[in-house]
């Protein structure tokens, strides 16, 4: 934080690695959370390629995840509710000595009781002291502040960009004004400026985080999920955020580029994928022909590497050309996703980096 002159760094700065957690709640996750397993092995090998990965898991699917992985891929006993660990996990932030903390937000399953997604979520509030303990950091603690990793992005260099739907919804901090959760940002994360983009991906379950509509590549330089198609609620809410964006100067005053990363068809859940669900009163329904919150820029950012979700959709290639221009000195790797689609989020939601200080 501001006052002991930490930032946290923007995600295409370098990493010591990355964490992820394992799914098993097969009311989130079809046919037993098997099929997202092997989806979430392949995005654990994928980066394994570019940085060191750590898999949390409880202590009763431990053999199985220990089994299932390779060998190069760590895993450590992590209680958890489920697998976001981008949205529990900590939010790492670095001094200009090498030193690194961990800011440990509240969190309350994305809304809480006003409009969360399960009940209870106290194993996941616990995630973030337990990384930092692992990695031996410091920890700052909110108790009185919620936030979700997913629902912003840095540049690194001051400026934050966040959706107005996620952090003003009356499930994260009722009791603040927009100014009040600006300043906490502010002082935690080190920033200058924060941009307010207004909605997310249509009928985003998380109301709207930002990293499914919206990615900082470097400084200045954003990557915005987009579509022609005006008849496509989507239209709407990404050429509003367009225009702001184009509209804004950030914390150095520059402009902003912002690219077209365009969306895939809509993808709804099949007949199938809904049974496989077990339905628990309290748990957000999986029902057949609801549309999934699909977005290209839900990736993430390893060292030297891109881990990026595919759809078996016609865009898959063209969200391969736009990352690669995008990152000219990176590779980009694509990972079948529609299993953690199905969970509601994609593969940036499941990693938690970890700066390499
Ligand atoms: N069912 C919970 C989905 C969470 C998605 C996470 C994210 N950062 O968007």
């Not at 509030?125 to 692992?134: G, S």
């Not at 996703?337 to 994609?346: D, K, S």
């Amino acid at each position: 934080p501001k006052k002991d002159g930490f930032r946290m760094p923007g995600e295409f700065e370098p990493h010591k690695g990355v964490y992820i957690l394992w799914p098993e709640r097969p009311d989130n996750w079809r046919d037993g959370a098997k099929p997202a397993q092997h989806t979430f092995v392949n995005v654990a090998k994928a980066i394994s390629e570019f940085e060191h990965v750590t898999v949390g898991v409880s202590d009763e699917q431990y053999a199985n995840a220990r089994h299932m992985l390779p060998d190069e891929v760590e895993v450590v006993e992590i209680s958890n509710d489920d697998s976001w660990i981008r949205d529990c996990g900590p939010t790492f932030v670095v001094n200009d000595n090498g030193k690194m903390r961990g800011v440990d937000w509240h969190f309350n399953a994305w809304g809480g009781l006003v409009d969360g997604l399960y009940f209870p979520w106290d194993k996941d509030d616990r995630v973030a002291q337990k990384v930092t303990e692992i990695e031996r950091t410091d920890r700052y603690r909110l108790d009185d502040f919620t936030l979700e990793g997913g629902s912003i992005h840095v540049d690194g260099e001051g400026t934050l960009i966040t959706t107005e739907e996620c952090l003003l919804s009356q499930g994260r901090n009722p009791q603040l004004s927009k100014e009040q959760i600006e300043n906490i940002l502010k002082e935690y994360l080190n920033l200058e400026k924060i941009i307010w983009l207004k909605k997310g991906i249509y009928n985003d379950e998380t109301n709207g985080h930002v990293d499914n509509i919206a990615n900082y590549v470097e400084p200045g330089h954003i990557l915005l999920a987009w579509t022609d198609d005006k008849d496509d609620p989507q239209y709407e809410i990404s050429k509003e955020n367009y225009d702001i964006l184009t509209n804004s100067t950030d914390a150095k005053g520059r402009k902003i580029q912002v690219d077209k990363l365009y969306v895939p068809k809509p993808v709804l859940i099949t007949k199938e994928e809904s049974e496989g669900v077990d339905a628990v009163d309290g748990t957000l329904p999986r029902q057949e022909g609801d549309r999934l919150a699909a977005s290209y820029v839900n990736y993430y950012t390893a060292n030297g590497g891109i881990v990026f979700p595919l759809f078996g959709d016609p865009n898959d290639e063209k969200a391969k050309e736009t990352l690669q221009k995008a990152y000219p000195d990176r590779k980009i790797v694509g990972v079948p996703a529609r299993e953690i689609l199905l969970g509601g989020g994609n593969i940036h939601c499941i990693t938690q980096q970890v700066p390499n200080a």
